[in-house]
């Protein structure tokens, strides 16, 4: 199988996942989530789906378990919508590129105004 068609397959499946959790979900139960990609397995039967979750650690804990308990649901839906041979496993993974991202931006602005990349308000040792 080519990766074009394991790249499409993905795309697909995580355009599906997104729009069941905006449609179909409770959002009381997920909060905000955000599908930022998928990954999927060269056999197409395995897909890591990455959320992005706007909360603190204790409410993204809470919106990974109920994702969790939606899999099945989120899953027969897939294969409902997309009509693949084998429908993926689903198995849902916090993506924390973007607070990675935002965490980076923040030291780099501190360093640029001199301050301490930590946070203290001190410059940097040697500056």
Request: hydrophobic share 40%; net charge negative; charged share 30%.
């Amino acid at each position: 199988m080519t990766s074009s068609r394991k790249e499409r397959v993905a795309e697909s499946v995580r355009e599906a996942v997104a729009s069941i959790l905006q449609e179909e979900v409770s959002a009381a139960r997920t909060g905000f989530v955000t599908v930022t990609h998928a990954r999927i397995s060269a056999d197409l039967r395995h897909a890591r789906i990455f959320v992005s979750v706007l909360a603190d650690a204790e409410q993204r804990a809470a919106t990974l378990e109920a994702l969790a308990a939606a899999t099945r649901f989120v899953r027969r839906r897939v294969g409902q919508m997309l009509r693949l041979r084998y429908t993926p496993e689903i198995v849902f993974e916090l993506d924390e590129t973007i607070e990675h991202s935002a965490r980076i931006e923040t030291i780099l602005n501190r360093l640029h105004d001199g301050e301490d990349p930590e946070g203290s308000g001190e410059p940097p040792a040697g500056a």
